[in-house]
Nanobody, 121 residues
Framework: QVQLVESGGGLVQPGGSLSLSCAAS????????MGWYRQAPGKQRELVAD???????NYADSVKGRFTISRDNARNTVTLQMNSLKPEDTAVYYC???????????????WGQGTQVTVSS
């Protein structure tokens, strides 16, 4: 019904920058929120940043001042600009969207397939 396709990610040295993008498509009537989560090996998936329909943003304390989330409501896309990357930012990053579908009229949380971010020298 709803697909989230991520792009970006890769290998970067400490202190470097990367940008992740996510595009939502499919049976979408309304997207309430879009955001990014990450999961490092052996750890639980955690919120990195999200952006709700009203434009309010929320960041994990560990990324405040380094990461910036932006959303294009017209295009159903969300971008995560990551600066001053640290080795501890290494993880698989997942796009997330909370959507009200146009077919069936249901609320649901949807996930992208994940993209690897590795910060290493």
């Amino acid at each position: 019904q709803v697909q989230l396709v991520e792009s970006g990610g890769g290998l970067v040295q400490p202190g470097g920058s990367l940008s992740l993008s996510c595009a939502a498509s499919g049976s979408i009537f309304r997207i309430v929120s879009m955001g990014w989560y990450r999961q490092a090996p052996g750890k639980q998936r955690e919120l990195v940043a999200d952006n709700n329909a009203g434009g309010a943003t929320n960041y994990a304390d560990s990324v405040k001042g380094r990461f910036t989330i932006s959303r294009d409501n017209a295009r159903n896309t969300v971008t995560l600009q990551m600066n001053s990357l640290k080795p501890e930012d290494t993880a698989v990053y997942y796009c997330n969207a909370y959507v009200y579908t146009s077919s069936g009229g249901q609320w649901g949380a949807y996930w992208g397939q994940g993209t690897q971010v590795t910060v290493s020298s």
